[in-house]
């Protein structure tokens, strides 16, 4: 059976609120997102010929500030998946704490069958039809899957050019040399990782006897194994959309990134390059990585990857949420049942956005940061954020995944208190 995502994402709302003493308003207006565009790209081909393609922008809540969330390219992109995209957003915002609510937008395509030139008008398009619906203070999109910084570069440029005036803060993961952040390119991975750190801290891990299976070496995925490699995890299998390699004694990440940079294709990476047959990895698919026998699993795909289908059949003792979304709410009662620790998305990727909003900032000040302050703040709000919900989860005696969405929903339950609910009204109170 295929899920509903955002009912999926519902569900997990519900549990939270049973934990909360919250207004039931609050649960009615997150319920629902605040407004839904959907529009036609139109795109000039090189051969001359015309194509039309369906994007998204989704704005969730607002609640606690402009809305903020990425744009993906991807041919399975739907109305339904960038609205459970946008809600995760809000929740994402609101559990580390950065002033913003929940958006997400996507446009229905396969970018790889795209000519660069294809790309730009496609992406400059798009914006110039969302172009009313966004701002910096109104709505901030930035990148997720098969979007990048050059894409990103380009959307900023039509917008400025629309609105006749520089406005970097328009969005966020922009090139550098255009008014992004340093350290906003590995922050999604590096985010994961400071919780890696603390969750091993917690349970006194030893780097060395701990072993790490990645599912998909994109941005995210690469970074969180290469920051885990260097601290001296063993990462025993990676995959990308192709399949997975796996080796019992570990890879060496940064040569399977170079690898995959010179080649493109992890597959060969794998399995046509020097380095498959130097390490004598063995090939297995997606589905096998994900039931390896490991310490620590860490999905970094797409999402619904961990479902009813299959989750009684992982065997790893914790699971690091890097995508958005990769485990179903019906997995998620299992894996509570086989004492399967997960940390839960929300918290564990949220290290781009959390960058994105230092972004923000510097467009807005015109003062910019050095690397090591971009990771020190980042270290600080995860390390801080990863503690209050590990010890919210002990205290309610709940996963983790509940004690986020509690300590989210408390923060955005206060600020929509502050504006008054039926209990304030109903008392005339002043
Ligand atoms: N697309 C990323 C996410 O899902 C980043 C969003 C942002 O930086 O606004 O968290």
Redesign the pocket.
């Known amino acids: 059976m295929k899920t509903n995502l955002f009912d999926d994402a519902m569900r997990r709302l519900d549990t939270a609120i049973k934990h909360t003493d919250l207004n039931e308003e609050i649960a009615l207006r997150v319920g629902t997102p605040k407004s839904c565009l959907e529009v036609s790209v139109p795109v000039r081909r090189d051969d001359g010929s015309l194509s039309f393609f369906r994007g998204y922008r989704v704005r969730h809540d607002d609640t606690r500030g402009p809305t ?3 744009l993906r390219y991807h041919p399975s992109v739907t109305l339904d998946e960038v609205k459970s ?1 946008a809600f995760w ?1 809000t929740f ?1 915002c609101a559990v580390v704490g950065v002033p913003f609510g929940g958006a997400k937008g996507g446009i229905s395509v396969d970018a790889k069958s795209l000519s660069p030139m294809e790309l730009e008008r496609l992406s400059r398009g798009y914006i110039r039809l969302v172009a009313d619906f966004i701002g910096p203070d109104v709505d ?5 899957m098969y979007t990048n910084e050059r894409i990103m570069g380009w959307m900023m440029d039509e917008y400025s050019t629309i609105r006749r005036q520089h406005v970097p803060a328009v969005i ?2 922009k090139p550098v040399s255009m008014g992004g952040s340093v350290g906003r390119a590995d922050a ?1 991975g590096r985010g994961a990782y400071y919780c890696a750190r603390e969750l091993a801290g917690k349970l006194g891990m030893d780097p060395a006897a701990t072993t790490i299976a990645v599912q998909g070496f994109g941005n995210a995925g690469q970074h969180v194994a290469r920051l885990l490699h260097k601290d001296g995890y063993r990462i025993v299998a990676v995959s990308d959309s192709q399949g997975a390699i796996y080796r019992p004694e570990g890879f060496d990440i940064p040569s399977l990134i170079r690898t995959k940079e010179e080649t493109r294709h992890v597959q060969a990476v794998y399995c046509d390059g020097a380095l498959c047959h130097s390490s004598n990895a063995a090939n297995m698919t997606n589905a096998e990585l994900l039931e390896l026998d490991v310490d620590i699993l860490i999905p970094a795909a797409l999402e619904n990857q961990i479902t009813a289908e299959n989750a009684a059949r992982i065997k790893a003792r914790h699971i690091i949420e890097v995508a ?1 979304g990769p485990i179903s709410s019906e997995a998620d009662e299992i894996l509570n049942a086989n004492n399967i620790g997960v940390v839960p998305d929300i918290l564990a ?2 290290g ?2 959390t960058v ?1 909003y230092f972004e923000w900032l510097q467009n807005r000040s015109g003062q910019y940061w050095e690397l090591q302050e971009v990771h020190q703040k980042l270290q600080a709000i995860m390390a801080r954020e990863f503690h209050r919900i590990y010890d919210l989860h002990l205290a309610i005696g709940t996963d983790m995944r509940t004690a986020a969405y509690v300590h989210a929903i408390k923060r955005i339950g206060e600020t929509m208190e502050a504006k008054g609910t039926r209990a304030y009204f109903a008392n005339g109170s002043r």
């Open positions: 903020k969330g990425g995209l957003m994402k901030i999109p930035a990148p997720d966020t993961g999604t958005n990727n949220a781009g956005v994105s």
